[in-house]
């Protein structure tokens, strides 16, 4: 075990429509179903659901990378981690006005007392809005 | 014989006709190799994708009652999403595609089974029409950049008229993408899943940590798995359109060389034919003289 702490993870980081990351990292971070869950090298077989937030690579031999994600599975076996991306933007490529404009309408849709609002929807948009915002800023 | 006149302008007509045919086959040359990256890139997903289903499905022990793996000793009912391009001008890319279905719908009506169809193109759907297969599900463009969502909207209605019973099994019939010059018609079990097959020396490495539990894991990463198979034959759909047109373009580039070869050489052989004429016309008018 001594060993794992000072070697680097394996870690991919896949989307359907591309690859997006094949990197050597000492630590990632990811936002699990019910919160962040950071993986160190030497971690158990583990597979999990990816819910909404950042996702983090940090490691000696890279720039941290980060990806604001939405969804995805992630698995680890023997410092071998596979990240399977539902979707994923970086920084440059978030639309902050239009995140900002998302945020207003899902709020607003939430407010309003008309019965055809699909709530649940709308609060998706919401978090997902907020979750934009937020990692852009 | 073809007066000089004649022969000149269909000289002309079908060097046109190669002006265009080489034009099409430049941009198909391009789309297609834009087409032809995004199914590289879809590659890594799918192999980790195939490989952590495969795991799961390994290690879940209770697959019964999990929708999307309802599994019909003898369908009765089969949906088959069709696969094609919304334009021609492709080779006999549509028609193989086409025979195949015809092929997989006669091996299941003799077994007393209904097959019915979701058309994805343009031409599968007039063809669906033509021969009176019937279609409950028709859409247009899907092989022009397909991209994830488009493919979840359709994977959704597949598994919707799936799950609710209306039918026992869906598969997807598509260009499987080879190289430019080939293009297999593949038939696919979309539904129920047929999940991958691992090597024994994975079912070592079995124990997982699986949050928040197996089965639910499993059960939404068999939704996904529907919905990126659809997505990879949308990929490999585009992928073969644009191969097919252009070896079909280039072909008709070759032809149309070959007969201005020809037809020139007719022209040239009329023209000689002409002056000779004249001349011999010239001689015998001087000497009657």
Sequence with gaps: MNDSMNTEMNIELVSPAKSLAKVKATKLSVPGRDGYIGILPGHAALVTELGLGELTVEGPSIQPTHFLVNGGYLEVVNDQVIVLLDAAETKAEIDLPRAEKALQRASERLTSKDPSVDVVRAQFALARAHARIKFAK | ?289
């Design chain 2, 1 to 289: 014989m073809a007066s000089l006149k004649d022969t000149k302008r269909r000289i002309q007509s079908v060097r046109n006709t190669q002006k265009i045919t080489h034009a099409m086959k430049l941009v198909s040359a391009a789309k297609f190799s834009r087409a032809n990256q995004a199914v590289l890139a879809a590659r890594p997903y799918g192999i980790a994708f195939d490989r952590i289903v495969g795991r799961m499905a390994a290690g879940v022990e209770n697959l019964e009652g999990i929708e999307l793996l309802r599994f019909t000793e003898q369908p009765k009912k089969i949906l088959a999403a069709l696969i094609s391009t919304d334009r021609g001008l492709c080779g006999s890319l549509n028609t193989n595609i086409f025979k195949a279905a015809v092929r997989y719908t006669r091996e299941n009506t003799d077994q007393g089974c209904e097959v019915h169809f979701a058309a994805l193109g343009k031409r599968a759907a007039q063809f669906c029409r033509k021969v009176g297969f019937k279609t409950i599900l028709e859409r247009e463009k899907v092989l022009e950049r397909p991209n994830y969502n488009s493919a979840k909207a359709i994977s959704d209605e597949l598994v919707a008229v799936f799950t609710s019973g209306q039918y026992d099994s869906v598969v997807l019939i598509f260009p499987e993408f080879k190289s430019v010059m080939t293009q297999n018609p593949r038939v696919k079990q979309l539904l129920p899943v047929v999940t991958p097959e691992i090597s024994d020396d994975e079912h070592e490495t079995l124990n997982f940590i699986i949050e928040p539990n197996a089965r639910s894991v499993l059960e939404s990463m068999l939704r996904k798995y529907v919905i990126n198979t659809l997505f990879r034959a949308l990929l490999e759909g585009g992928a073969s359109e644009h191969g097919a047109r252009m070896t079909a373009m280039d072909s008709a580039t070759k032809n149309a060389k070959e007969y201005i070869r020809k037809l020139t050489l007719q022209y040239n052989r009329a023209r000689q034919a002409a002056i000779t004429k004249e001349l011999i016309e010239i001689v015998s008018g001087a000497e009657a003289v």
